[in-house]
């Protein structure tokens, strides 16, 4: 039996400013139905061109660098893990399935997981898929021995595979894996530790593997230029069936006046997040444009550590002055929903009795004046002018400010680049020094990192906000397999958060994209994820 121990694995905190640059740096996307109906046409599918709105990443399975954007577009089409999200479906949270494990167990212990390994899968370059394939990459990612480990890749994979300690071989198709405390979302993790072919990776090297990539995915790597374009191909032997399109290109269009004039032009069929303004001209054109709800939340951080924040009533008087539904219907053109509580609607912690804050100026007022605030004050907050998941940053931090100044709460609005504030907030700091940051982030597509976002003594900025009772909750959930036990502490957490108002609630967005009227077969599931598999491109 192969035994693999590394006691250094347990350094899972200090990776998590690399993690949590990858995470904000996510990209918004959303749920719904299908585009258009699955039937119909022969093998030949087509090639889907995609108009993405930041750089593309680096396709070497984890290190990416492109946020949930680039994963979802490239390294889950190349790649996958023991586990991935279903994403066939459009009318609730997308769950964990089996994808290279068809089964798990866990032990007594709640650290002891025996993944029984999906036989018969082959990677794109041949090489059949086993427990030491399993082995090679965990060694790749959490082994500072292996002749394949960089410290860019351990920084990576910490985020998801920090926690594990030991991992053996029990036989060609089962592997144990052992987590230093027990951890619930073992599984969803999982779904991020993506593997790759190790007679690739042998063959090239740890430092060229990114130019020549090779996973089990439905999409085979072509050829990339850097950072702006890469062109993927079908993979006929995947083992869940070959998908329909011929070619899948990913182009990174950041601009988005760029990325709707190439849908008119025919320089791509599908596009991320469109302008909401360019909206009701390209349905005019017959595009079609997909939304759904999902794991998104759009806020202000306050610093809850600083007067005049560091009083409840004085957050909730903010929470009450911010007009929602104009600014998800006359601003965002419905691409987005009014969120009236911390839990983002697209996910099983959202519960509607908890949508608190509508507007209400009155009620607004009458809590400053009983702060100690009669006339306001005067505050400020930084805000991105673009980046992942930002939606359009400016024009909404300017729309709250309009709402709040109606209170007599006076917000200056101090503009950086998403990696400047990112980069700061890793540090535990606030680009350009203001009491409060714009941006949007991810509650539960990655369970690991809900204790950094609300959790006490987190090693990023976070506001200073610290709940001892939401510590608790978050703890027992995190180390609970249980779903719907793991469920019910986190919607208890979540209420908490709504109650002590640590941040403005803004918007939940509905991940839009537009797609010519030739693209076919695609289900927009909850997820910042997509599955491209049923998609066609009709000639």
Same mark, same amino acid.
């Given at each position: 039996?192969?035994?693999?121990?590394?006691?250094?694995?347990?350094?899972?905190?200090?990776?998590?400013?690399?993690?949590?640059?990858?995470?904000?740096?996510?990209?918004?996307?959303?749920?719904?139905?299908?585009?258009?109906?699955?039937?119909?046409?022969?093998?030949?599918?087509?090639?889907?061109?995609?108009?993405?709105?930041?750089?593309?990443?680096?396709?070497?399975?984890?290190?990416?660098?492109?946020?949930?954007?680039?994963?979802?577009?490239?390294?889950?089409?190349?790649?996958?893990?023991?586990?991935?999200?279903?994403?066939?479906?459009?009318?609730?949270?997308?769950?964990?399935?089996?994808?290279?494990?068809?089964?798990?167990?866990?032990?007594?212990?709640?650290? $002891?997981?025996?993944?029984?390994?999906?036989?018969?899968?082959?990677?794109?370059?041949?090489?059949?898929?086993?427990?030491?394939?399993?082995?090679?990459?965990?060694?790749?990612?959490?082994?500072?021995?292996?002749?394949?480990?960089?410290?860019?890749?351990?920084?990576?994979?910490?985020?998801?595979?920090?926690?594990?300690?030991?991992?053996?071989?029990?036989?060609?198709?089962?592997?144990?894996?052992?987590?230093?405390?027990?951890?619930?979302?073992?599984?969803?993790?999982?779904?991020?530790?993506?593997?790759?072919?190790?007679?690739?990776?042998?063959?090239?090297?740890?430092?060229?593997?990114?130019?020549?990539?090779?996973? $089990?995915?439905?999409?085979?790597?072509?050829?990339?230029?850097?950072?702006?374009?890469?062109?993927?191909?079908?993979?006929?032997?995947?083992?869940?069936?070959?998908?329909?399109?011929?070619?899948?290109?990913?182009?990174?269009?950041?601009?988005?006046?760029?990325?709707?004039?190439?849908?008119?032009?025919?320089?791509?069929?599908?596009?991320?997040?469109?302008?909401?303004?360019?909206?009701?001209?390209?349905?005019?054109?017959?595009?079609?444009?997909?939304?759904?709800?999902?794991?998104?939340?759009?806020?202000?951080?306050?610093?809850?550590?600083?007067?005049?924040?560091?009083?409840?009533?004085?957050?909730?008087?903010?929470?009450?002055?911010?007009?929602?539904?104009?600014?998800?219907?006359?601003?965002?053109?419905?691409?987005?929903?009014?969120?009236?509580?911390?839990?983002?609607?697209?996910?099983?912690?959202?519960?509607?009795?908890?949508?608190?804050?509508?507007?209400?100026?009155?009620?607004?007022?009458?809590?400053?004046?009983?702060?100690?605030?009669?006339?306001?004050?005067?505050?400020?907050?930084?805000?991105? $002018?673009?980046?992942?998941?930002?939606?359009?940053?400016?024009?909404?931090?300017?729309?709250?400010?309009?709402?709040?100044?109606?209170?007599?709460?006076?917000?200056?609005?101090?503009?950086?680049?998403?990696?400047?504030?990112?980069?700061?907030?890793?540090?535990?700091?606030?680009?350009?020094?203001?009491?409060?940051?714009?941006?949007?982030?991810?509650?539960?597509?990655?369970?690991?990192?809900?204790?950094?976002?609300?959790?006490?003594?987190?090693?990023?900025?976070?506001?200073?906000?610290?709940?001892?009772?939401?510590?608790?909750?978050?703890?027992?959930?995190?180390?609970?397999?249980?779903?719907?036990?793991?469920?019910?502490?986190?919607?208890?957490?979540?209420?908490?958060?709504?109650?002590?108002?640590?941040?403005?609630?803004?918007?939940?967005?509905?991940?839009?994209?537009?797609?010519?009227?030739?693209?076919?077969?695609?289900?927009?599931?909850?997820?910042?994820?997509?599955?491209?598999?049923?998609?066609?491109?009709?000639?």
């Amino acid at each position: 039996m192969t035994h693999h121990h590394h006691p250094h694995l347990s350094r899972r905190r200090a990776g998590l400013s690399a993690v949590l640059l990858l995470s904000l740096a996510v990209s918004g996307c959303g749920t719904g139905t299908a585009a258009d109906d699955t039937s119909g046409g022969g093998r030949s599918g087509g090639t889907l061109v995609i108009g993405a709105t930041g750089k593309l990443p680096n396709p070497d399975t984890v290190i990416g660098g492109a946020g949930f954007e680039g994963k979802r577009l490239v390294s889950f089409q190349i790649y996958e893990g023991l586990t991935r999200y279903d994403l066939s479906r459009g009318d609730g949270p997308s769950e964990i399935t089996g994808a290279l494990a068809t089964s798990w167990k866990v032990a007594q212990d709640r650290r $002891t997981w025996t993944f029984t390994l999906r036989k018969g899968v082959k990677f794109q370059d041949g090489t059949g898929f086993d427990a030491d394939a399993v082995l090679f990459n965990l060694d790749r990612y959490l082994d500072k021995d292996s002749p394949q480990y960089t410290d860019a890749l351990g920084a990576a994979a910490s985020e998801y595979a920090g926690d594990i300690t030991s991992y053996s071989k029990l036989g060609e198709d089962k592997v144990r894996l052992v987590t230093r405390t027990p951890n619930g979302h073992f599984p969803q993790d999982l779904a991020h530790v993506l593997i790759a072919s190790p007679t690739a990776v042998r063959k090239t090297g740890t430092e060229k593997f990114s130019e020549h990539p090779v996973g $089990t995915g439905p999409f085979r790597f072509v050829r990339q230029q850097t950072g702006e374009q890469i062109e993927l191909a079908r993979f006929d032997g995947y083992w869940r069936g070959a998908p329909r399109l011929e070619k899948l290109v990913v182009k990174a269009l950041p601009d988005a006046a760029a990325r709707t004039a190439a849908l008119r032009s025919g320089e791509v069929n599908w596009i991320e997040y469109p302008n909401p303004d360019d909206i009701p001209g390209l349905k005019a054109d017959g595009a079609k444009v997909v939304t759904n709800s999902y794991d998104h939340l759009w806020y202000w951080i306050l610093d809850t550590a600083a007067k005049p924040w560091d009083d409840p009533r004085v957050r909730r008087a903010a929470n009450y002055a911010v007009d929602r539904e104009a600014i998800a219907e006359n601003l965002l053109h419905g691409t987005a929903d009014p969120a009236h509580q911390a839990a983002p609607r697209g996910t099983f912690a959202y519960d509607k009795s908890q949508d608190v804050y509508t507007h209400d100026p009155a009620k607004a007022r009458r809590l400053l004046a009983e702060a100690g605030y009669p006339k306001g004050f005067s505050t400020s907050v930084t805000v991105p $002018t673009g980046g992942s998941g930002n939606l359009v940053p400016v024009p909404i931090a300017e729309a709250v400010q309009r709402d709040l100044a109606a209170v007599g709460i006076k917000a200056e609005i101090r503009t950086t680049d998403w990696s400047t504030l990112i980069g700061a907030e890793a540090k535990g700091e606030v680009a350009r020094g203001s009491q409060a940051i714009a941006q949007s982030t991810t509650l539960f597509q990655s369970e690991a990192l809900l204790p950094l976002f609300i959790g006490t003594g987190s090693p990023f900025w976070t506001g200073h906000y610290s709940n001892p009772r939401v510590d608790k909750l978050l703890a027992s959930a995190g180390a609970e397999a249980d779903r719907a036990a793991r469920e019910a502490d986190y919607t208890r957490a979540l209420k908490l958060v709504t109650e002590d108002a640590p941040w403005l609630f803004v918007v939940n967005d509905r991940n839009p994209r537009a797609l010519s009227p030739k693209v076919r077969g695609f289900v927009q599931p909850q997820s910042w994820f997509i599955d491209l598999t049923t998609v066609r491109v009709d000639s």
